[in-house]
């Protein structure tokens, strides 16, 4: 392997070259995850805790964690529903009565 100034001994290098269609490479080159599928699994999670309020009519954190499906990514303990839930609250789709989160203005549009 050539030695190229400004590369250490141990370093490594590769170089390759592409060549078709525009689209074609672009598709290749592309990352397979992008931010939207990245966020995905938390779109997904917050989805099922807004199923769970609604089906529900509202609850207490620890009842909602019970009644969380097994479909959930992310493990939701009784505080993991709050921390959601008042974030949720901040688009209305959530209210807080008492102890109990019930299903927001937003919900029912």
Same mark, same amino acid.
Not at 9 to 31: F, H, N, Q, R
Not at 46 to 63: C, D, F, I, K, P
């Given at each position: $392997?050539?030695?190229?100034?400004?590369?250490?001994?141990?370093?490594?290098?590769?170089? $390759?070259?592409?060549?078709?269609?525009?689209?074609?490479?672009?598709?290749?080159?592309?990352?397979?995850?992008?931010?939207?599928?990245?966020?995905?699994?938390?779109?997904?999670?917050?989805?099922?805790?807004?199923?769970?309020?609604?089906? $529900?009519?509202?609850?207490?954190?620890?009842?909602?964690?019970?009644?969380?499906?097994?479909? $959930?990514?992310?493990?939701?303990?009784?505080?993991?529903?709050?921390?959601?839930?008042?974030?949720?609250?901040?688009?209305?789709?959530?209210?807080?009565?008492?102890?109990?989160?019930?299903?927001?203005?937003?919900?029912?549009?």
């Amino acid at each position: $392997m050539a030695h190229d100034e400004g590369e250490n001994a141990d370093g490594v290098s590769v170089s $390759m070259e592409v060549t078709g269609p525009y689209d074609d490479v672009i598709s290749k080159l592309k990352s397979s995850t992008t931010e939207r599928d990245a966020i995905g699994p938390l779109m997904g999670d917050v989805q099922l805790l807004l199923e769970t309020v609604e089906r $529900m009519g509202g609850g207490t954190r620890s009842a909602i964690a019970d009644q969380l499906p097994p479909e $959930m990514t992310a493990d939701f303990d009784a505080e993991a529903v709050v921390e959601t839930c008042q974030v949720l609250e901040r688009y209305d789709l959530v209210v807080l009565e008492g102890n109990t989160w019930k299903p927001g203005p937003r919900l029912g549009e």
